[in-house]
């Protein structure tokens, strides 16, 4: 808790101090206007203003875990010293997950000390030497000054990134939301095809899907986009390589980007989205033109409420003059300094700043890092890329680890066919570990049975790959299964989980919005995960109706066809402007499986 609370001091104290300091720069201050102060009140103006471009005394104190690890220096180690260094630095890439960050000049204690320049010079030599050894490579993030009485002292912060081997190359799922016309598909072209756009949507005509999407330059489907980062945080992407296979092979680190729609009438296909693809982060990106208009509040509000860290990316900067893009930034920070939010904005305007959010983005969620930039003329587009080169995982090595060990559990989000290849299905491994040759079973069909089949090959962005790793997207090549038994939603799991399926659950829900009153009979489209069907509201148990705002526990049924649900999930159901969340409480016993057949029954005597 107090590593928190420090945590978010800092936050505050280094905002403020970027403010200080462009102020400074921009010479705001007109003392000429001003009446004039006293010795005193100058005299402490002074005090205080030196005090406010000091860089914070203290960091938090260094965690056992995670992959921060703080050394006040490594000048000249003895070997026994120096391969306890690399133990340990093999250790935090491991927590890392292939990432690990050093600050150098740092007691435990998190004490900034700072180094002369002859020792930073020694420490960094050393850390390079070490992560030469376990097969790594460091970037130098940023150094900061302190001014001490005796001599000038610096602070190092070092990106430390192993190489990848065997293909096992760091990867994060970023879902891309936004109004129509906000610029979204263009941006995401620009990062990915390293040219920029010449200001009439260029730039995203390689990753629409459909005609109809290039006639409008309105995406209507969910698309997807790979960004890469090597050893060294150099950006890898189509501009450099000619195929996803060679930026997967020369990458350590994906950026896959989920494109989402931004119109109101496909709102179902960016819900399924979110809760489908399980990403990692969301990019609301907002036009400086436009401000926040359309469905920007509802895809925020989404992403809130399925605890999905979001971050903002305000576009178009060059069709606006100043005044116009700060006039959006401050709408923003209205909006997320509002209650129902509750975030800390913190704008992004020099390189500095971009490692600050990105460091602290990942470690509080009520940090919102804001962007202005520009796809047409690349103006701060570079401080975006900085960001999600250093953009840390959320789970730790020991998290999947966990995940790893439990059964083989795999959602089903897409099904294709695949001339020369057969039945083809993409979608995300949920738990456990998926390898070629694998026998799973796959359902629930219509009339509740898992059907066997069996894993011949498999890719992960576009490229072969031979194990497939809890969280992990991928498509799994099926052979000769018949894709008429299969539809989106479904989960293809070990035969030793004996998969239980049902048509009732009930599940603890806030009604979010909803014009009148909601009671029993209600027909809503209910999401969870990769699940999408319309249920009917059974009942509301212990109340008779609800109100917006108010929590109750509902029983749910299905419609059409049972589904698989694992208790805890999160879930989200909507019609029209009523919408809710929840997540599943409860399965009801498999004897109801047949309800809906004797309902219709009874409906048709």
Same mark, same amino acid.
């Given at each position: ?15 403020? $101090? ?59 180690? &003895? ?19 292939? =990432? ?118 309105? &995406? ?74 359309? $469905? &920007? ?101 020991? =998290? ?124 809503? &489209? ?80």
């Amino acid at each position: 808790m107090d590593a928190q609370v420090a945590n978010h001091c800092s936050i505050k104290s280094a905002a403020k $101090t970027s403010i200080t300091q462009d102020a400074a720069e921009c010479g705001i201050a007109n003392t000429a206007k001003k009446k004039p102060r006293s010795r005193r009140g100058r005299r402490g103006k002074r005090r205080r203003g030196k005090k406010a471009n000091e860089p914070p005394p203290f960091l938090p104190p260094e965690a056992e875990e995670g992959n921060i690890e703080y050394k006040l220096k490594l000048v000249n180690p &003895t070997q026994y010293r120096f391969e306890h260094l690399a133990t340990q630095l093999k250790w935090r890439l491991q927590e890392g997950r292939g =990432e690990a960050v050093y600050q150098i000049g740092v007691e435990d204690n998190g004490l900034l000390v700072g180094l002369i320049e002859e020792d930073m010079k020694a420490s960094l030599k050393t850390l390079r030497r070490m992560a030469e050894k376990v097969g790594a490579d460091i970037t130098l993030l940023r150094e900061r000054e302190m001014d001490c009485d005796r001599a000038r002292r610096k602070i190092a912060e070092v990106l430390v990134r192993k190489v990848p081997d065997d293909q096992q190359f760091l990867d994060l799922r970023v879902a891309v939301l936004g109004n129509v016309d906000s610029g979204k598909s263009t941006l995401l072209g620009v990062l990915t095809q390293g040219e920029l756009d010449n200001g009439r949507g260029r730039a995203r005509l390689n990753l629409f899907r459909h005609l109809h999407e290039i006639q409008t330059g309105r &995406t209507s489907s969910i698309s997807f986009e790979i960004l890469g980062f090597n050893s060294k945080g150099e950006v890898v992407n189509y501009s450099d390589s000619r195929t996803a296979e060679e930026i997967c092979e020369s990458s350590s680190k994906m950026i896959t980007f989920i494109d989402l729609a931004g119109h109101y009438k496909y709102l179902k296909t960016t819900i399924f989205g979110l809760t489908s693809y399980c990403p990692d982060f969301a990019m609301l990106v907002v036009g400086a033109n436009t401000g926040i208009a359309g $469905t &920007t509040r509802e895809h925020l509000g989404l992403a809130m409420a399925l605890k999905v860290p979001i971050f903002i990316v305000v576009s178009k900067v060059d069709l606006c003059g100043k005044s116009t893009v700060e006039k959006t930034v401050r709408q923003l920070e209205r909006v997320l300094k509002q209650p129902g939010c509750n975030k800390v904005p913190m704008v992004v305007s020099n390189p500095d700043d971009a490692v600050t959010a990105a460091q602290q983005f990942a470690q509080s969620s009520s940090v919102t890092p804001i962007f202005t930039l520009s796809s047409v003329s690349g103006e701060s587009l570079d401080l975006l890329k900085v960001f999600f080169n250093i953009l840390p995982p959320l789970s730790n090595s020991k =998290e999947q680890e966990e995940l790893m060990q439990q059964l083989t559990e795999f959602q089903v989000d897409e099904i294709y066919s695949v001339p020369d290849v057969g039945t083809v299905v993409g979608g995300t491994l949920y738990s456990g570990v998926c390898r070629e040759g694998d026998r799973l079973v796959v359902g629930p069909t219509d009339d509740g049975r898992f059907l066997r089949l069996k894993v011949c090959s498999i890719h992960r962005n576009r490229s072969g790959c031979r194990v497939l790793r809890a969280g992990q997207a991928a498509t799994l090549a099926l052979g000769n299964f018949d894709r008429s038994l299969l539809r989106k939603g479904m989960v293809m799991v070990s035969p030793k989980m004996n998969p239980t399926i049902c048509w009732q659950f009930e599940a603890a829900i806030v009604l979010l919005f909803h014009a009148k009153t909601f009671r029993s009979g209600f027909q809503v &489209t209910v999401h969870v995960g990769n699940v999408r069907q319309t249920a009917t509201v059974e009942c509301l148990l212990g109340k008779e109706e609800l109100r917006t705002g108010e929590r109750a526990v509902v029983c749910f049924r299905f419609l059409k066809h049972p589904e698989y649900l694992r208790v805890g999930a999160k879930l989200l159901f909507r019609v029209g402007v009523t919408k809710g969340i929840g997540h599943v409480t409860h399965l009801l016993p498999s004897t109801q499986n047949h309800m809906p057949d004797q309902n219709r029954n009874q409906n048709h005597s």
